[in-house]
């Protein structure tokens, strides 16, 4: 009698990782049954089905490859249209399909597909991967996401903004637009973008020497607000945030920190000792921020 989907994973294909070394621990992960989305509101509030992963390859927490089950009675490409939806929402490279018998693998970039006898090994699939990729995006995009000690997990969209943006710094791009709609997470995105380049050390002028300095800016206080909680995971004296009060109370704008939360009022508020009007943005050097987020 032919194994049924669960039995054909827990028979045929967890042995085979096992063998190839996707089972092994240290960088190495694979995610079973990994949610890819919730489904889609519909009529009520009720969600449509959810879209589940059979299985997620993973090194250095990096998601290198999706891979989807179907039964031993099944065709080998009878999961293949999953695959590459996952594949596609994740913006992972290679997506496999397997009944337990054979393997068939997909490169999402190429375009080609073929059958395959065996997976590539974890260090094979990484290579491949990063192949053609700046080494700056390779270790901004294996620092860890904060997830509040595993109680978040941010959406599959907002995890591909994520790395499209470390990216597009690590190819030295000035200016990056992200258009979501509102409730989407935005914070969440910016907030992960901030910890990825504090831990990894990354500052504008490539140097490394130093924590770079974050500036980001909203245009309400409940705005700012919001951003100065969320950032919450960085240490107390790293994130400031800017009121007109704090600065003349001060003397002048803070400095001393690697997140700078404020609105834009309060940049363009402040008057020199002839009562002139000098906006207090014009206190820090040009060169001062690494990196600038506009809420808007």
Not at 168 to 194: D, H, M, P, S, V
Not at 211 to 238: K, M, S, T, W
Request: with cysteine; charged share 25%; glycine share 8%.
């Amino acid at each position: 009698m032919a194994r049924n989907e669960a039995e054909t994973r827990a028979d045929l294909i967890d042995p085979r990782l096992r063998e190839w070394g996707w089972l092994s621990a240290g960088d190495v992960h694979v995610s079973r049954e990994y949610q890819v989305a919730p489904g889609r509101i519909v009529g009520g509030g009720r969600p449509q089905q959810r879209m589940i992963l059979d299985y997620l390859l993973l090194m250095k927490g990096r998601k290198l490859a999706v891979l989807e089950a179907k039964a031993e009675d099944k065709p080998l490409t009878e999961g293949l249209a999953q695959a590459k939806q996952y594949a596609e929402k994740l913006g992972v490279r290679f997506a496999y399909c397997t009944n337990g018998l054979g393997y068939y693998e997909v490169d999402m970039h190429t375009a080609v597909e073929n059958q395959v006898s065996v997976l590539p090994s974890p260090a094979d699939l990484w290579m491949r991967s990063i192949a053609s990729e700046p080494p700056l995006k390779i270790e901004l995009t294996t620092v860890p996401t904060e997830t509040k000690g595993g109680t978040f997990k941010g959406r599959y969209y907002q995890e591909r903004a994520i790395e499209t943006v470390l990216g597009a710094i690590a190819e030295n791009k000035r200016r990056i637009l992200l258009t979501l709609a509102t409730g989407t997470g935005k914070t969440y995105i910016a907030f992960q973008i901030a910890w990825k380049l504090f831990q990894a050390r990354w500052t504008s002028d490539g140097t490394g020497n130093r924590r770079p300095r974050i500036l980001f800016l909203a245009d309400r206080n409940v705005l700012a607000n919001q951003a100065f909680n969320a950032f919450g995971a960085f240490a107390e004296d790293a994130v400031v945030r800017i009121r007109p009060a704090d600065i003349r109370k001060a003397g002048g704008v803070p400095k001393n920190a690697s997140v700078f939360i404020t609105i834009f009022q309060t940049f363009m508020s402040g008057v020199n000792g002839e009562g002139e009007k000098d906006p207090y943005f014009g206190e820090y050097p040009a060169d001062f921020f690494d990196f600038i987020v506009v809420d808007e």
